[in-house]
């Protein structure tokens, strides 16, 4: 989750500890898997609060797990005896999901609901306030032109996943060639993403000074769409209400590739993605290397964490790193910092995304949850083991069916596993059979 | 910029004039028919009672843009008790569009525009020839989880 996003949501329960709206005295569940979810149960977990289970109305995702917690149906999970209970939600369906509970039985004070990539929209009919975000977008909309010129179409990236600009940057070249653009910005809003796009051969990189600032821009774009030479390089946006593509996300067969290239690109199904020619970066690799410890082709790095899909328990990913470590190999995690732990029995990975490919085509192995790392990956020569949750869903299919490299076109050598969350362990077999014992290294 | 200013502002007074005269609420779930094409109406409002039980909407506003398209609706049974239906010229629903386009001013109402505003991929979804209006109405204006099946 980004930060800001973040600082939001602290700030809210936080809010909900001082009033004593929240307290350790009562059973608290959270309503729907989402990235508000993870951060709320995190954050409790520092206060010493338990979420004791999320409350889901998705039958594929009931029997889920989220850190550690549990998903079941609003009925099983709030019972007939609530009295003791309180419902955390946070979610743009906030209303729908307040009056089922409130039908159930629970009372308004049981329900805490926290707004964080939305606002609760007010009953008042504002105007002057809306118009400031689009007078700033268009003021940020000027300073890009100013700074690259007014020829230049700018092309914007609104999020933080690094799996979506780098699916951009693989279907960029037949779209420039196809509108016979030139003269283009790629314009992305974090560090993580710039890193990316610095995979492709973009000429122009432009980051955006931080959400605000993408907000203001896009609200300028959707009241204004004629004045700007900007394209939205996304099927939808939770900024951009207007635009409902998402919803047909899965739907006959459109995987992530497919909606890019119909919806986006509008480069027709059979377009596919183009792997970059990858640069030679070997001297940075080579400081990598060095400072962590890692042996070329004896290395699996191991990716436990994800945003958008299932995380597998810690256990699982203790027992693979201890058995990769009998079969000889060196196991590091890929941490991406404090929220992102190493697991036991590893050390922790870290290289800039940038260098990513090449990093990981020297180490060896991967073997990692769905994540947009894999994506960043994909044209790596290592030996790639993906994971999916059998049972977790992306719109309307499964995030197999979606996020599939393979079915993507962004490679054909991953090994991808569905798992059944319940029986996890049952998959450590079927992993450990990609990685052989390796020979002894010769002492010198 | 100044016109988009315009339209959005014109808009915005539609919408207090609605809210006061009409009462509305969050008990209330409103249907804007904007497109003179039948089979993409019929198919908004069959489907519009599902919106309106996830909204737990206790009374609907159905507009329409023309006096015909008006009289067909209210001749029809909708599966509904508590719904008004109303005319609303589409010059006005462009600047209601319009606004929402600035603010999203309410969470129960859908506008039902195949290619409008720029955004708008409906009609570029349905030209796919893979996705049904059905679903195209359920999943992406009303989000529904699924096509209710209706008999």
């Not at chain 1, 993870?38 to 998705?58: A, P, S």
């Not at chain 1, 002057?128 to 689009?134: A, F, I, Y």
């Not at chain 1, 060095?290 to 810690?314: C, D, F, K, Q, W």
């Not at chain 1, 993507?408 to 990609?434: H, T, W």
Request: hydrophobic share 40%; proline share 4%; net charge neutral.
């Amino acid at each position: 989750m980004y930060d800001v996003f973040k600082q939001k949501l602290q700030e809210q329960l936080e809010a909900f500890l001082e009033t004593g709206k929240l307290t350790g005295k009562q059973k608290i569940y959270f309503f729907g898997i989402n990235d508000s979810c993870r951060e709320t149960i995190t954050y409790l977990r520092e206060k010493n609060l338990e979420v004791l289970g999320i409350l889901e109305n998705n039958t594929s995702k009931q029997g889920t797990y989220c850190c550690g917690v549990r998903a079941v149906s609003v009925k099983a999970g709030i019972g007939n005896r609530h009295s003791d209970k309180v419902v955390i939600i946070s979610s743009p369906y906030w209303r729908e999901m307040k009056e089922q509970l409130l039908s159930l039985g629970m009372s308004e004070e049981q329900i805490l609901v926290l707004f964080v990539f939305f606002d609760e929209i007010p009953w008042k009919p504002y105007f002057r306030e809306p118009m400031k975000l689009v007078m700033q977008g268009r003021d940020i909309y000027r300073n890009l032109e100013k700074r690259y010129s007014p020829d230049y179409h700018f092309l914007l990236c609104p999020y933080t996943g690094t799996g979506d600009v780098y699916l951009v940057g693989t279907l960029l070249p037949a779209y420039l060639r196809k509108n016979g653009i030139e003269k283009y910005v790629l314009v992305v809003i974090s560090a993580s993403c710039r890193k990316v796009a610095k995979i492709f051969d973009i000429p122009y990189i432009h980051q955006l000074e931080g959400m605000d600032d993408v907000t203001c821009l896009l609200r300028y774009y959707m009241l204004c769409p004629e004045e700007t030479k900007l394209k939205v390089l996304n099927d939808s946006w939770a900024d951009i209400y207007t635009c409902l593509t998402q919803w047909v996300r899965g739907l006959h067969g459109m995987d992530f590739t497919q909606m890019f290239t119909r919806f986006v690109f509008e480069l027709g199904e059979k377009a596919r993605p183009e792997q970059p020619v990858l640069k030679e970066r070997r001297e940075e690799v080579d400081v990598v290397f060095e400072e962590s410890g890692m042996v070329p082709g004896r290395t699996v790095v191991i990716a436990p964490y994800t945003t958008t899909l299932s995380e597998l328990p810690n256990e699982f990913w203790e027992k693979l790193a201890k058995s990769l470590t009998e079969r000889g190999y060196m196991v590091f995690t890929n941490s991406g910092g404090p929220g992102e732990p190493v697991i036991d029995g590893t050390d922790a990975a870290f290289f800039p995304l940038e260098i990513a490919p090449q990093a990981m085509s020297r180490a060896g192995g991967f073997v990692g949850v769905r994540s947009g790392f894999c994506d960043v990956i994909s044209g790596s020569t290592a030996k790639k083991v993906v994971l999916y949750d059998k049972h977790a869903t992306f719109y309307n299919c499964s995030a197999y069916e979606y996020f599939s490299l393979e079915k993507m076109g962004l490679c054909d050598d991953a090994v991808e596993i569905e798992y059944d969350n319940k029986d996890y362990l049952d998959v450590l077999d079927v992993v450990l059979r990609e990685f052989p014992k390796l020979a002894e290294v010769q002492k010198c | 910029m100044l016109r988009e200013v315009r339209k959005a502002r014109l808009g915005w007074k539609i919408w207090k004039k609605m809210m006061r005269r009409l009462r509305i609420d969050y008990d209330t779930a409103i249907l804007v028919l904007p497109e003179k094409d039948e089979v993409w109406n019929e198919c908004a409002l069959r489907y519009f009672p599902n919106y309106a039980k996830r909204k737990s909407a206790k009374r609907c506003i159905i507009m329409a843009r023309d006096r015909e398209i008006v009289e067909k609706i209210r001749a029809m049974d909708i599966g509904m008790e508590n719904c008004e239906v109303l005319c609303l010229a589409r010059f006005k629903m462009d600047l209601l569009l319009k606004y929402y386009c600035l603010h999203k001013f309410f969470d129960n109402i859908v506008m039902m525009y195949m290619d409008e505003p720029h955004d708008n991929d409906t009609k570029r979804i349905l030209q796919q020839g893979i996705v049904s209006i059905e679903e195209v109405v359920c999943l992406c204006f009303y989000q529904l989880r699924e096509v209710p099946k209706h008999v």
